[in-house]
């Protein structure tokens, strides 16, 4: 089974956690958090700061901890991390690098009050509750 990394990117700021999502041209995505397939022979750390990099342009970010895993079509692993070095922005639009199915779509970031009915992937996120 192919594994996949999911990043929950949160910040503080005024006082409440904040956590990075994006959206796309495509409303049946839904909102979401970086995500996607490791590339043969990476550990799951490599292919999360690579993931991040591609789909949010974010360089430089550190692992706070594993959220949680489970299956699905994929062995998914979610992981809460912070940006570090520079803070990025409060909004942006990324164009996805790489070569995997997202690769040359446009992302719209910004930061959402981390909060119990907070909408991912179509869906109320249980992890959501562990941040």
Do not use: C, K
């Given at each position: 089974?192919?594994?996949?990394?999911?990043?929950?990117?949160?910040?503080?700021?005024?006082?409440?956690?904040?956590?990075?999502?994006?959206?796309?041209?495509?409303?049946?995505?839904?909102?979401?958090?970086?995500?996607?397939?490791?590339?043969?022979?990476?550990?799951?750390?490599?292919?999360?700061?690579?993931?991040?990099?591609?789909?949010?342009?974010?360089?430089?970010?550190?692992?706070?901890?594993?959220?949680?895993?489970?299956?699905?079509?994929?062995?998914?692993?979610?992981?809460?991390?912070?940006?570090?070095?520079?803070?990025?922005?409060?909004?942006?639009?990324?164009?996805?690098?790489?070569?995997?199915?997202?690769?040359?779509?446009?992302?719209?970031?910004?930061?959402?009050?981390?909060?119990?009915d907070l909408m991912l992937f179509h869906r109320i996120d249980p992890l959501l509750e562990a941040l």
């Open positions: 089974m192919r594994r996949r990394v999911l990043a929950y990117v949160t910040r503080e700021r005024n006082g409440r956690r904040e956590l990075l999502v994006f959206d796309q041209n495509d409303p049946h995505a839904g909102t979401q958090v970086p995500a996607g397939r490791l590339d043969p022979g990476e550990t799951l750390a490599e292919g999360l700061l690579r993931e991040l990099h591609e789909e949010a342009g974010i360089e430089q970010a550190t692992i706070v901890r594993e959220l949680g895993s489970w299956n699905t079509s994929y062995e998914n692993h979610a992981f809460e991390v912070r940006a570090i070095g520079e803070e990025p922005a409060d909004a942006w639009e990324h164009v996805v690098l790489g070569d995997g199915d997202d690769a040359g779509l446009v992302f719209r970031y910004r930061w959402e009050p981390v909060r119990p």
